[in-house]
């Protein structure tokens, strides 16, 4: 899949261990892939939520964060973040900020 790569090249070496082991976590089944609940639990914690439960309306997504997170996500549109689509936008965070990560509705 060549969907993100040139932005996950330009990844520095210890970043790219990072994602690649926030991704791992993620993908507990070892799909190369991970599903909108996945992503809405991952955009919990991005957000300040501790337990990642999807039931508090203070620290949780939105549905409106949800499709905004999922569409910087999944760009072959098929619903799911595959590894090298969580790579590309990483690389992409990298270069407007290295410190702070921010879900827009």
């Given amino acids: 899949m060549l969907l993100g790569f040139l932005e996950a090249v330009r990844l520095a070496p210890r970043r790219r261990t990072f994602v690649d082991r926030v991704f791992a976590q993620l993908d507990l089944a070892r799909r190369q892939r991970v599903t909108r609940t996945t992503m809405r639990e991952f955009g919990e914690f ?16 939105s549905e409106c964060q ?39 509705p």
């Fill in 46 to 61: 991005l957000q300040g939520g501790s337990d990642g439960s999807s039931g508090s309306d203070e620290r949780g997504l």
């Fill in 66 to 104: 949800l499709d905004a997170l999922m569409g910087s996500m999944d760009l072959d549109g098929d619903g799911l973040v595959s590894y090298h689509e969580f790579l590309a936008y990483f690389a992409k965070v990298n270069e407007t900020s290295s410190h702070s990560l921010e879900v827009r």
